[in-house]
C-alpha cells in the first residue's frame, strides 16, 4: 500500500488514485472504487504539506497514468 499522513491526520492510500489536478489554492485526488455504481471519491487537499507528499509520491511513480484510462 502507499499510504500518505496529511498534516490533519487523515491517511491517504494512494494505489486507487486515478488522477490529480491543482485548482486554485487546492489539489483534488480523484480515485477508483466506490459503491455499486463505482463513482469513485475525490479529496480536496490546500495546497500545504499534505499537497507536497501527494506530488512527491507522483514524482516518484513517474508510470503515473494522468487521463483517461485506455
Not at 477508483?32 to 514524482?59: C, N, P
Request: no cysteine; glycine share 12%; charged share 20%.
Amino acid at each position: 500500500m502507499n499510504l500518505v499522513s496529511m498534516p490533519d491526520g487523515r491517511v491517504i492510500n494512494l494505489d486507487h488514485l486515478t488522477y490529480a489536478e491543482r485548482t486554485g489554492e487546492y489539489v483534488v485526488l480523484h480515485f477508483t472504487g466506490g459503491g455499486d455504481a463505482g463513482s469513485g471519491s475525490i479529496i480536496r487537499l490546500k495546497q500545504s504539506e499534505g499537497a507536497r507528499r501527494v506530488w512527491a509520491y507522483l514524482a516518484e511513480k513517474r508510470t503515473a497514468t494522468i487521463g483517461p484510462a485506455s
